[in-house]
Structures are given as structure tokens and as C-alpha cells.
């Protein structure tokens, strides 16, 4: 799909990505290999790793996690790939990752679009890179910022899977930690569309008279209950992380055509890449750069993705031609840290295998992104 | 074919429905009920195992790793078909994960948290009806003997309906298909057996037509039948040529019966003519004078019930009897009683005399043991004498100015049983329309529907409510009301009925002139009206008895001699006698047309010779000649002209 023809005799390396192209969190997806692909394009046409190149096999598993078991297998199984890339999302990747531990192929999975903790606990930590911060990091992040706004009297609403039950997870353990508990809670269904009505949600929400209110979910989800919420006159702070897409969440808002969109306002969200547009960053210029030079809209999910090649890359210069998996396993176990442009090298390592501890907050004024915290937890 | 084979079709399809259903309805209910029991307990027991399966596997995911692989897990097993939530619980009661959208309902919210140190802690089931889900077995099983929580898994109970109505649904989708083969078998079966069945109708159809001859080519299709059925059909086949036969038989001699009956009928219709007949028609005025009126309905073809009214003299002889018995013997034996008092009334007017002489008659030839009842009544036409005599019958009815009487009873017994029997008669004196109503005993034993009799009650009061109808009408009205009473009941016995309104006889006197011309034929009989006519005329004309003596006397004798001696052809002949009178005397004229004979020319007879020695007629002659005053003969043409004078002094 992506990358070009063998130009240098070998064949190209090969990374499986199984993500949401379509449906509530399809731009998820899309926008995570475009962003990828940005940089893998530029590495290609620059002569790639040591001569190979690289391209990503992609299949939409609809953000169904049945869906990305099979479509691993196909992956691992028809198309002979060791490295998966960029999976989206925590109920379709948790159910994936016992492959990864029973296949003889040793496969690793580099740099999932996830929060889980699962991803970076035994037994699956050792073939799982990540790079974004936990769920469990963000949601601490967005309580300790409303706990220090007074914002004391917390509710959730969070997706009814694994997924949200991680965020639920987190919010509760971030507040325990401040002695606090929540005072309501509300579910919704994974593959909630924009057109679906919050109502009960919000009614069960409203009921714990919370200060704020913490979403996680995906972006239609987020959307429609931020544009319940405001249409039922509720303007309390509300707070949300990375996996919305905060741009997809915003697009959604911004188009609406409801009153919402006037109030699309006091609405926190956490980051686990730094803003796009921050010039002081190098690897922020190249994206935006390469974004003009191929007529893309920058966004932070793509920013992402971009940062997620780049790291993958200069790792597997690292290792030697032709490449192989246990190649780059064993330069993961020992050398794993890269620049590639952020405020500091990023190191793999680590019991987690988690590239980056930090967390951005930005807060959506008048439905605008404004940078307003930088945690390194 | 097909219309037997239809209704045969038709009266099996709707038992093989009727069997169906409720085959269908016992087996739906029977399995049904216990399929759901079954249902439900396999159900409960797959909440129990996906109950424990997660507690089994939670204890681990709680103690060292992600929350939301509970979830995941507890995601997986909610896809199981049946299951509505799994939760899990902690001690604290707070829902560590669960699949519920939009939160955790109330019920479930309000269990209780189980104690954490009862090392009993069992599997637990329990129904819920929650709002949005419905009927819930919710089970709950604690994890690690319940230190870490407890699993809840709902399981929907909706679904067993929904399981047995798809059973239910193919269950009659099988039996409708089960039927239909049933329905095509029955069909190729019934078409089997119809066949042959047809063949018989066709053969009975046409035997009918041939008048119960059958063909040759019946024949051949009846022993078609008998030879290719083997069951009920062949042993039908084999009755129906047994059948066959025996009608055959059974209407020849059936002809020969109603040819015979037809015979007898025409005779009994002939004897019942006959003896009508014997019964005199009464119906209007009898030359006596008296109104009467009769009417008899024999029970059968003929009765053995009669009537008669005859006159001898001044004398109505009125008689009413019951022959017992029906049918042509007592037809018989009543013609011979009837003739008896006709016989024996010419001589005697005695009424006991009479049925005294009739019962002897009887009595002598009756080896049939047959008895007759019997009233026989005498009326003096000129007095309204009546004397009567029962004999054995009902009393009649003396009707006299609107009063109604029973005539007093008379010793007697029927007739035809005792000879010598001595009978009483008694008598009463009509008045002037008095009347006298016989009648038999067919009348008051008449029944209706209900076997009651009609009574003599009711036949008086009948009788004494229209007495002042006249005899014919009277007789109708007794006659309806017998009838009406009846109301359709059969007529049991012969029922008769006499009516008799008595007008005393007043001499007869007819315009007489002084001329008078009377026809006579040449017959010995004639002498009687001759003496009537002759004594009619002198009494008309006051002439004294010596004269009408004389004139009878000469006029008898003169005939006699003309019947006796004027013809000889047999053939019938007139004879005119003129009466013709004068103050002083009357002329007598004989004209006949038989041989000539000049009575003057016969000698002067000498009264003192041998009576045996006088010529023919000499001795009559002699007494003409001498008690006219003048007679005169003539022969002119082919006829003799004899012209008497007599004095009337």
C-alpha cells in the first residue's frame, strides 16, 4: 500500500497494521497511518532502511476486536509479517496480544495506539513497544488538573469495554489518590455514532452533581455527549484523552449543526504527543512540512503516527541489512534510545517499554486548541 | 368418481386434522413443558459455569494486572447467546466491571454484599425483573470463596420463549409436513378402495334401472369386483349378487301378491257396492212421510253394520245392526239378516216376533259363531205407535221437542246365539217431528289420539245442542263431530247412524176427478195397484163399500182373465182401465190389445155346476155380467174395448 517497489535488491520491510479505517473511530486510523506514512514515504524516496524499504499492510478491523484477532492472523500467517504497527485501540489490541506470546513467529507490536495497561505489564510487555503514555498517566493527568481547579466532585462516563474500563480504572485510582471517589458513572456502547443521544447518560451523570465530568471514549461518543451536554445547558469542565483525536472530536463539534458548536468551550484534553505546531520542536517542523509538501491537514493523531515511523525507523537503522524481527528485538534489548527530535531522546526501555512519560493538557476554547500543561510524570 | 370418494376423502381429512391437533396440541403442551423446564435448567447451569469460569479467572487478573482485562474477558462472555450482563463486585460493592449501558440498574446495585468470611459461600440464583433487560436468572458466584467479590451473570430468560416458539414454530412446520404426506397416502388409499366401490354403485345404479335383472354385463362387472378385491370390497361384492338374487326373487313374488291383492281388492270393492246396495238410500222423504235420514262408513273395505227402513202397510219397519266382526263375512252374514227381517216383516209387524224369527233363522246356520246386535223398531205411520225390540244393541235416542230420551231397554240378546230365545219389546207414542236416532256402537267407541272414547255423552250432548236441525242435518253434524273428536285416530269400527223424524201419515188424497185413466201391464202383480187405485177412487168419491167391492171384484177378475189368457207372446203388454162416474152411476172401460174375447158371448154360467166343469173365466164372467147394470164389447182393430156400467144405487 504504501512504499514502493524493491530498489535495491532486497525485499521491503514489512509492518502489519490492523486499525479502525472505518466507522465511530475510523479516523483514528486513517489519520495514524497517513501520518506514518508521511515518513515513511520521505525514508523511501531517501533509499529507505540500508536499501529496503518499508511498507505498511493495512486491514480495517472497524475498531471490532474479533475483527484485528483475525486480521493479526492474516497478517501473521498469509503475509509472513513479524512487526505489527500502530494497532488502534484497547478491546481489539488486548484481544490480539495473546498472539503474541503462542505464535512461533515471535512477532512484535510496535507502538500500539493504546493506553492499556496491558500493553505494558507481563506477560505481554516484552513484545510490546510503546511510545504514548498509559491511560492510566492521561487520566491522572486530567484529575490532578481538575482536582487542583477545586474540581473535586468527579463523574465519568466512559465506553462499556476494556477500553473504557481502563480509563474508569485510572480516573478512580487518580482520584483515590486524592482521597476522592467518583460520584456517578455512566456507560456507553463501543460503536456509539454522533447521531445517537447522550440523554440518559447525562441524566445518570447529573445526578452525582459533579464539578467535572471525564469521557473516555472515542471521538463520536465524546462529541455527542460534550454536544448533549451543552444543548441540556450543563457547562460544567470536561475532560478527555488522546484516543478521541482531537481534531476528529472537533470536526465533529465545529460541523454541527446544533447550538454546540457557539459552546464548544472548557472542554480538556490530554496529549501524549507535544502540539503540532510547536516550531521549538524539530521533529514538529518536519511534520509540518512534509504535511504542506503532501497537502495534508497536520493533526495530532497524525503527528502520532509520524513520530511512531520515525522512532521505528532510526531503530532499524540501528540494526543491520538485510532486516530481520530478531534483529531488531535484540537492538531493542539492549540500545533503545533514539533521537528523533522531541525535547529529550526517546528510550524504549524500562519495565513498561514505554517510550514517553509525558503528558500534554490542552484546553478547546471557542472550539480551538490552546496548549495550557506540560506533565512529565 | 368423485363424490363418493369426496365425502369418504372429506370425513377422513377432518379426522386426520382432528387427530393432528390434538396430537399436536398434547405434544406441544407435554414437550413444551418440559423442554422449558430443561431450558431453564440448562440455562442456569451455563450462568453457573460462566459464573465460575470468570470467578476462576479473576483472582489473578484483580491481584497483579489490568482491570480491563476483566472487562475483556467478561466482554467475551456476554456474547454468549442467553447471557444479559456479567458483573463482578467487589466487597466493597463496587462494580469492578460490568456490561451494562447506560449504568448498573438499582436491583442489582441494592443486593446485599455477601459476607466476606462465611467460607460456605455458594452459588446463588436469583429472578430479576430489570427495567430494559426484563426476566433475569441473575447468578452469582463469589471469587476466591468470596475475599476478592463476586460474579453476577444474568442470563435472559426472554429467550426460552423465544426458543420454544422456534421449537413450537418447527414442531408444526414437521406435523404440517407429516400431515400432507399423511393426507397424499390417505388419498392413494381412499382412491383404492373407491374404485371398486364406484363399480358397485354403478352396478347397483343400473340394476335399479333394469328392474332388478341383471345383465350380462353386470354380471361380468360384479364378478370383476369379486375377483380383484381381496377384502371388505369382495365380501361386499359377493352380498351384493346375494342381494341381488334375493330381490330377484323377492319382487316375483311380490308381483304374484299384488296381482292377487289387486284381485281381492277389486272383489271386496265389487262386495262392498253390492252391499251398499242392500241398504236402502235414504236420505230424503220416505213415501210414509217421515224424514229419514241414514249414513253408515264401514271400517274396512265392507262392514258388518246395516240399517233398513222398509214400510208394509201402514207400518215403517225400522232396523239398526252390528254384525260382529268386519269384512266380508259380516258383510255376508249381515245381508242375510237384513234379508230375514225383510222376509219375516211382510208377515208379521210384531217387533219380538219378528227378531225372534230372525234369531232362529240365524241360530240354524251359524257354525261361524257369529253374532248380530240388533234394534228393530215399528212405527205406526198413522198413530206414531213405536214398538221396538233390542236386541243386544245400544238404545236408540227419542229426540222429542228439543228433550232427549234413550229408548228403555228391552230383554234381548244378540242374535245368532241362543234359538228360541224369547225377546221383549216395548213401545212408546211418537208425537208429530218427534225424533228417533239408532245408531251403532262404532259411533260411541269412536277414539282420538289420546284412546279416549267419544262416549254416548258426548253424542247427547251433540244431539241435544242441534235439535232443531232436520234429520239430514243432524246426521252431518253428528257425523263431523264424530270426526273431528277422532282427529286423524283410524276408524276402528263401522259406524251407522239412523235418523228418523216421524210425520204422522195423513191419507192420501189426490185430485181425483170424476175421470180417471190407469195403465196397467200384463203382469199378475198389477192386481195389488189395481185394488189400491180402485180403492182410492171410491173413497175419493164417497161410494159405498159394496161398490167398491163390487167394482174390485169385477175389475180383478176381468184383469186376471186378460193376464192370464189375452197374450200369447211374453211379451209386455198395457192395459188401460177409465174410470168414469156420474151422480147415478159409474162406466168402466178395458181396453187391451190381446186376443179378441167378447166376455158376453160366454154362456150364462149355472151356478150350481161343478166348479171344476165351468168354462174359463165362466164363473168371474157370470158375476160381471150380474153386478153391472149394463156392459158392452167391442173389437176394434188389434184391440178388445169392454165398456161397464154400473149403478151407484
Same mark, same amino acid.
Given at each position: ?17 490492523? !486499525? ?24 523511501? !524516496? ?48 488486548? #484481544?490480539? *496480544? ?10 512484535? #507490536? ?23 503514555p498509559?491511560?492510566?498517566q492521561e487520566t491522572r493527568t486530567l484529575v490532578d488538573f481538575f482536582v487542583g481547579e477545586k474540581k ?46 447522550? !440523554?440518559?447518560?447525562? %441524566? ?7 464539578d467535572a465530568?471525564i469521557i ?10 460534550i ?9 460544567i469542565p470536561m475532560g478527555t484523552i488522546s484516543?478521541v483525536?482531537v481534531e476528529?472530536l472537533l470536526?465533529?463539534?465545529? %460541523? ?8 464548544v468551550d472548557n472542554i480538556y484534553i490530554t496529549q501524549v504527543v507535544p502540539y503540532y505546531k510547536d516550531t521549538s520542536l524539530?521533529?514538529a ?13 497536520? %493533526?495530532y493523531?497524525?503527528f ?10 532510526? $531503530? ?25 527530535? $522531541?525535547r ?14 509525558r503528558v500534554y493538557l490542552i484546553k478547546i476554547t471557542q472550539g480551538n486548541i490552546v496548549p495550557i500543561q506540560d506533565v512529565q510524570l | 368418481?368423485?363424490? #363418493? ?107 446485599? /454484599? ?74 392413494? /388409499? ?16 343400473? =340394476? ?38 334375493? =330381490?330377484? +326373487? ?65 207400518? =215403517? ?17 249381515? +245381508? ?39 234394534? $228393530? ?100 253434524? *253428528? ?110 172401460? /178395458?181396453?187391451?190389445? +190381446? ?55
Open positions: 500500500m504504501i512504499g514502493c517497489s524493491t530498489l535495491y535488491g532486497h525485499p521491503p520491510i514489512q509492518l502489519g497494521m490492523s !486499525a479502525a479505517f472505518s466507522g465511530p473511530s475510523g479516523k483514528i486510523g486513517t489519520k495514524l497511518l497517513e501520518g506514518a506514512s508521511l515518513y515513511f514515504d520521505q525514508l523511501n !524516496a531517501q533509499g529507505g532502511i540500508h536499501g529496503q524499504s518499508i511498507r505498511i499492510q493495512s486491514y480495517d478491523d472497524g475498531y471490532d476486536p474479533p475483527k484485528t484477532v483475525y486480521n493479526t492472523l492474516r497478517l501473521l500467517q498469509r503475509d509472513q509479517i513479524s512487526i505489527l504497527f500502530q494497532y488502534v485501540g484497547t478491546p481489539t489490541t488486548a #484481544l490480539m *496480544v495473546p498472539l503474541l506470546n503462542t505464535t512461533d513467529k515471535k512477532p512484535l #507490536l510496535m507502538f500500539p495506539f493504546t493506553g492499556s495497561e496491558t500493553m505494558r505489564q507481563m506477560p505481554y510487555q516484552e513484545k510490546i513497544y510503546n511510545f504514548r498509559s491511560n492510566t473535586t466532585k468527579i463523574a465519568i462516563v466512559y465506553q462499556a469495554d476494556a477500553f473504557g474500563r481502563s480509563g474508569w480504572d485510572g480516573v478512580r485510582k487518580a482520584l483515590q489518590r486524592h482521597h476522592l471517589k467518583l460520584v456517578s458513572e455512566a456507560t456507553y456502547h463501543r460503536g456509539f455514532s454522533f447521531n445517537e443521544s447522550m !440523554a440518559a447518560q447525562i %441524566n445518570i451523570l447529573k445526578r452525582g452533581n459533579p465530568v473516555v471514549g472515542a471521538y463520536a461518543a465524546a462529541a455527542a455527549f454536544r448533549d451536554s451543552r444543548d441540556s445547558q450543563w457547562g484516543f483525536g476528529s470536526d465533529l463539534l465545529n %460541523n454541527n449543526p446544533s447550538k454546540a458548536k457557539k459552546i524539530t521533529v517542523n518536519e511534520y509540518l512540512s512534509m504535511s504542506k509538501k503532501h497537502n495534508k491537514t497536520p %493533526n493523531v497524525g502520532e503516527g509520524y513520530i511512531n515511523a520515525k522512532i521505528l525507523s532510526q $531503530l532499524l537503522l540501528k540494526t543491520t541489512a538485510p532486516f530481520s524481527s530478531d534483529k531488531l528485538s535484540s537492538l531493542l534489548k539492549k540500545n533503545h534510545i533514539v533521537d528523533i527530535g $522531541l529529550e531522546p526517546v528510550s524504549l526501555g524500562g519495565r513498561e517499554h514505554q517510550g514517553s512519560n | 368418481m368423485t363424490k #363418493l370418494k369426496l365425502t369418504l376423502f372429506q370425513e377422513i381429512l377432518i379426522s386426520v386434522i382432528g387427530i393432528f391437533v390434538v396430537t399436536g396440541i398434547c405434544i406441544a403442551g407435554y414437550f413444551g413443558a418440559i423442554l422449558r423446564h430443561q431450558i431453564l435448567v440448562q440455562y442456569e447451569s451455563k450462568g453457573v459455569a460462566i459464573a465460575k469460569g470468570i470467578a476462576d479467572a479473576s483472582p489473578e487478573i484483580l491481584s497483579s494486572r489490568d482491570i480491563s482485562l476483566l472487562q475483556s474477558m467478561i466482554d467475551q462472555f456476554k456474547e454468549i447467546q442467553g447471557v444479559a450482563y456479567i458483573c463482578i463486585r467487589d466487597n466493597n460493592g463496587v462494580f469492578i466491571s460490568h456490561t451494562f449501558v447506560p449504568e448498573v440498574p438499582d436491583a442489582l446495585k441494592k443486593m446485599p /454484599i455477601a459476607n466476606t468470611l462465611d467460607p460456605q459461600r455458594k452459588t446463588t440464583t436469583t429472578q430479576l425483573t430489570l427495567p430494559g433487560i426484563g426476566n433475569i436468572v441473575d447468578i452469582s458466584t463469589p471469587i476466591l470463596i468470596g475475599q476478592l467479590g463476586t460474579v453476577h451473570v444474568g442470563m435472559d430468560l426472554s429467550i426460552i420463549p423465544k426458543l420454544l416458539r422456534e421449537v413450537f414454530i418447527n414442531m408444526v412446520i414437521i406435523i404440517v409436513f407429516i400431515f400432507l404426506i399423511s393426507i397424499a397416502i390417505f388419498y392413494k /388409499i381412499l382412491s383404492r378402495i373407491s374404485a371398486p366401490i364406484e363399480q358397485l354403485k354403478r352396478y347397483t345404479t343400473q =340394476l335399479a334401472d333394469s328392474n332388478f335383472v341383471a345383465s350380462k354385463e353386470l354380471q361380468v362387472l360384479l364378478k370383476h369386483i369379486e375377483t380383484h378385491s381381496k377384502n371388505e370390497i369382495h365380501d361386499l361384492a359377493v352380498s351384493f349378487h346375494h342381494l341381488n338374487q334375493a =330381490l330377484a +326373487a323377492y319382487i316375483q313374488n311380490l308381483q304374484v301378491t299384488i296381482a292377487e291383492k289387486k284381485a281381492i281388492e277389486s272383489e271386496l270393492s265389487i262386495a262392498r257396492e253390492i252391499q251398499l246396495n242392500m241398504l236402502p238410500k235414504l236420505e230424503t222423504q220416505h213415501p210414509s212421510g217421515s224424514l229419514i235420514q241414514a249414513y253408515m262408513a264401514p271400517a274396512t273395505a265392507v262392514g258388518g253394520d246395516f240399517y233398513d227402513a222398509i214400510t208394509i202397510g201402514d207400518y =215403517l219397519i225400522l232396523s239398526v245392526g252390528d254384525v260382529s266382526g268386519h269384512g266380508v263375512p259380516a258383510a255376508l252374514n249381515m +245381508a242375510i239378516c237384513i234379508t230375514l227381517i225383510r222376509s219375516i216383516a211382510a208377515q208379521t209387524q210384531d217387533p219380538s216376533q219378528i227378531v225372534h224369527r230372525v234369531n232362529n233363522a240365524l241360530c240354524q246356520h251359524n257354525d261361524t259363531a257369529m253374532f248380530i246386535t240388533l234394534f $228393530l223398531g215399528v212405527i205406526h205411520l198413522k198413530t206414531g205407535r213405536l214398538n221396538y225390540c233390542l236386541a243386544g244393541h245400544p238404545a236408540p235416542y227419542i229426540l222429542s221437542s228439543g228433550t232427549l230420551t234413550a229408548l228403555a231397554m228391552t230383554q234381548g240378546i244378540p242374535l245368532g246365539i241362543e234359538s228360541d230365545f224369547q225377546f221383549n219389546s216395548s213401545g212408546i207414542t211418537l208425537q208429530p217431528q218427534d225424533h228417533l236416532i239408532g245408531f251403532s256402537d262404532g259411533i260411541i267407541e269412536a277414539t282420538n289420539p289420546q284412546k279416549e272414547l267419544y262416549g254416548e255423552g258426548r253424542l247427547e250432548t251433540t244431539l241435544t245442542q242441534h235439535s232443531a236441525l232436520d234429520p239430514k242435518s243432524l246426521c252431518k253434524t *253428528v257425523i263431523a263431530d264424530v270426526s273431528k273428536f277422532s282427529n286423524g285416530s283410524p276408524q276402528a269400527d263401522d259406524i251407522t247412524l239412523l235418523h228418523c223424524q216421524w210425520h204422522p201419515q195423513v191419507a192420501e188424497r189426490p185430485q181425483i176427478g170424476t175421470h180417471l185413466k190407469v195403465d196397467f201391464i200384463n203382469d199378475i202383480s198389477e192386481l195389488e195397484p189395481l185394488q189400491k187405485v180402485v180403492e182410492l177412487f171410491c173413497s175419493t168419491h164417497q161410494m159405498s163399500n159394496t161398490i167398491t167391492m163390487n167394482i174390485n171384484l169385477i175389475l180383478e177378475e176381468l184383469l186376471t182373465n186378460i193376464i192370464y189368457y189375452g197374450y200369447t207372446d211374453h211379451a209386455q203388454h198395457v192395459i188401460y182401465i177409465t174410470f168414469e162416474k156420474s151422480d147415478s152411476e159409474i162406466r168402466l172401460t /178395458i181396453e187391451d190389445d +190381446a186376443i179378441a174375447f167378447n166376455p158376453l158371448e160366454t154362456e150364462t154360467v149355472d151356478v150350481d155346476t161343478m166348479l171344476e166343469d165351468k168354462p174359463i173365466g165362466g164363473l168371474g164372467i157370470h158375476f160381471v155380467k150380474t153386478l153391472t147394470q149394463s156392459i158392452n164389447y167391442e173389437r176394434t182393430g188389434d184391440g178388445n174395448k169392454l165398456v161397464m156400467v154400473m149403478s151407484l144405487s
